[in-house]
């Protein structure tokens, strides 16, 4: 797992501008259940995400085929999805004072989140991608790709997502 | 995290029906992801299934407020709706040959889940259950709850299951 | 198509409380899809609501088996979860000026719903009853559940709705 | 309404190979729900079918904005992932001996759907997509999308699929 070793300041584009850059790295670093994951974040706007993670023996499901537990794979598309909505909140709200921000940021969280497992999570290097399809001053709603390291797809989510 | 040097003959009710034991300590024992979920199986028959962990650093998202990261919540739900799915399926299959029983068991997999966060993770022990609500020869669907030690739910989840 | 006709005074439940009692008549008078849906709500209150209507050649989806229309199905069930978000919205909005509860009521929506469809739709009369299992100041998790009147459950739902 | 009175050869694209114009027939003319509905198939492809219909009073959920009842959504995205599902299931199938494909179709039903309302659903005229995004022996899952004629995405669906 030497992935968790990485240096800190390779887990996330090097970069972002400053508010997506605490984003990311309140999600790589500061969340233990992410920390295992092994999760970096390379490309990171207002507009989408990408979650890359590579294969490691923690993340698996069936040991005899080796595939990702689909636990993982739905942690990973949550991430995903719970990033791009708050860079799209972030966006809208410019020019909100920074207290009452942090105040809504604290509390948001996943309202709902559909996975549709299509392939068997086989792969060395993962690729979750997210995106906004409706975006609410309180609610927005996300669509969410796991790709693997051929192209595969491995998984499809929707998630709905709420800001304080 | 002491929960993960719990001996392994207590990790599942002693009582079970041996196809079923074999089931939990496949999922408890065998399923790298699951063992570092910390996850123990004292109740399980054909008709429902609790699956149990105890809060762990590992396990949390936001580590101000301390709560289950939605990851883990999604995954334990997936691993009870996959668990009764399987239960359901032997009830129905007594008589199958245990070669072809394997190779369906080999194939079964989660179709498509969703899952409704209710309130946030909170707590020191969580039961997530799961039963059977549409049960196919091929196609099962489940529901699931996670529930914490004082009995408030932290989740709903409903889960369609495919076997072989 | 009888039903279509019964008096509108029968629709709804004689004894509802005023504000339930508009939201029942709303629903099943006011609305054009609803009323060819034949809708009645014979019970209602802040904690659970039944939608109940009879099956009519309109609403058929596979003629040859005379069963109900997936989406006829997916659409009680998200009048049914409407309308026991809104009653839960209502019971939190006691002392809320009523202008401004009329502009919340007007942005009322369905963020997500998900069906699960259980059994193929037999029957001559069906039950929807809804309940809330998230109940936020501006989002609303319900789950709901159709039943013929045999009492076999042919389907089951969960959606997010949103007030204003 | 005159939608409905269109001349049936009109409801369905005239070149389309035998098997898959049977099916759209069977979707727009027999099922006396989606009559209701008004719906044509001008496209319809083993990958991608188009699912057209026209705002008419009788689908109207709010009256006063005149938008879509999200039951008509719901229904209208279930079609195009059934007509698509089943689209992919007859090119898989060509060798297949006729007798056991009409035991299958006969068979084939949503197992469950998740709908996402992205917007109200104002407009005159709405046009459902569907593609096949898990292609399986027994079950698919497709994607949905409904917009308007003026290109708004309305609705975004996914649901999964059985076959005999």
């Given at each position: 797992m030497a992935d968790q070793h990485t240096p800190q300041q390779t887990r996330v584009a090097p970069d972002l501008p400053p508010?997506?850059?605490?984003?990311?790295?309140?999600f790589t670093d500061q969340m233990p259940f992410n920390r295992s994951l092994g999760l970096?974040?390379?490309?990171?706007?207002?507009?989408?995400?990408?979650?890359?993670?590579?294969?490691?023996?923690g993340l698996i499901g069936n040991p005899i085929q080796r595939i990702l537990h689909g636990g993982v794979t739905a942690s990973v598309l949550d991430v995903a999805?719970?990033?791009?909505?708050i860079?799209?909140?972030?966006?809208?709200?410019?020019?909100?004072?920074q207290a009452l921000l942090n105040k809504k940021l604290a509390k948001m969280g996943t309202i709902d989140?559909?996975?549709?497992?299509l392939r068997p999570g086989r792969g060395e290097h993962f690729v979750a991608s997210a995106?906004?399809?409706?975006?609410?001053?309180?609610?927005?709603?996300?669509?969410?790709e796991l790709h693997n390291e051929k192209g595969s797809q491995i998984a499809f989510g929707t998630g709905a997502y709420m800001m304080g």
């Open positions: 508010k997506l850059a605490a984003i990311a790295h309140l970096s974040i390379p490309y990171f706007t207002c507009d989408k995400v990408e979650v890359h993670f590579a294969m490691h023996e999805g719970g990033l791009i909505a860079a799209n909140f972030l966006e809208k709200s410019d020019t909100m004072d989140m559909r996975v549709d497992y995106e906004v399809i409706r975006s609410g001053s309180r609610v927005s709603v996300c669509r969410m």
